[in-house]
T-cell receptor, first 112, second 113 residues
Framework: SQQGEEDPQALSIQEGENATMNCSYK?????LQWYRQNSGRGLVHLILIRSNEREKHSGRLRVTLDTSKKSSSLLITASRAADTASYFC????????????FGKGTSLLVTP | KAGVTQTPRYLIKTRGQQVTLSCSPI?????VSWYQQTPGQGLQFLFE???????NKGNFPGRFSGRQFSNSRSEMNVSTLELGDSALYLC????????????FGSGTRLTVV
């Protein structure tokens, strides 16, 4: 079953602009992760934020987590054409064991 | 360090047949998980193995099964294939039970005709 829901479903921006994607989830979590997928290939882990953290940075990525609103956002700064991909949030919690619950993803298109 | 290796990359099977997919995790990773990805249902968890034991199973029929070997390599099997089983099957590995990021393989694209 889908736990996370990403918003928007699709996003189109130009190189150099920032891209923001949001994720909402339903039940309590231990961790929230963001993954990238290029053209139906495997997923690449981007960043993990624990339930007791509010913000995390990794290079051009910034993730925030608001457990009171059960939501997270992924910000990609200074986007490049190579950032074109689908982005998924995934949660794991005490009810899901070692299973990740994925949202349906945001499709990001970055044009030169 | 080699990544997660899934074989085969592509597979075409006929309804009613069975199929076995293979996954070799990153060396030293003892946890292997399987996911099914379809356009309609998205990414759905199938099962997770750690040290040859299934620790968690998703909501899939009994036609879907898996196992893990002593070298942490894993296989999943789907019997009596249905058209709806057409999907990208992804394997992911993780170091010893720690709740950290997973490394995914490139997947096996299964088409059932």
């Amino acid at each position: 079953s889908q736990q996370g829901e990403e918003d928007p479903q699709a996003l189109s921006i130009q190189e150099g602009e920032n891209a923001t994607m949001n994720c909402s989830y339903k039940t309590s979590i231990n961790n929230l992760q963001w993954y990238r997928q290029n053209s139906g290939r495997g997923l690449v882990h981007l960043i993990l934020i624990r339930s007791n953290e509010r913000e995390k940075h990794s290079g051009r990525l910034r993730v925030t987590l608001d457990t009171s609103k059960k939501s997270s956002s992924l910000l990609i700064t200074a986007s490049r054409a190579a950032d074109t991909a689908s982005y998924f949030c995934a949660t794991d919690g005490s009810n899901s064991g070692y299973a990740l619950n994925f949202g349906k993803g945001t499709s990001l298109l970055v044009t030169p | 360090k080699a990544g997660v290796t899934q074989t085969p990359r592509y597979l075409i099977k006929t309804r009613g047949q069975q199929v076995t997919l293979s996954c070799s995790p990153i060396s030293g990773h003892r946890s292997v998980s399987w996911y099914q990805q379809t356009p309609g249902q998205g990414l759905q968890f199938l099962f997770e193995y750690f040290s040859e034991t299934q620790r968690n199973k998703g909501n899939f029929p009994g036609r879907f099964s898996g196992r893990q070997f002593s070298n942490s390599r894993s296989e999943m099997n789907v019997s009596t294939l249905e058209l709806g089983d057409s999907a990208l099957y992804l394997c992911a590995s993780n170091s010893a039970g720690e709740r950290s990021g997973y490394t995914f393989g490139s997947g096996t694209r299964l088409t059932v005709v």
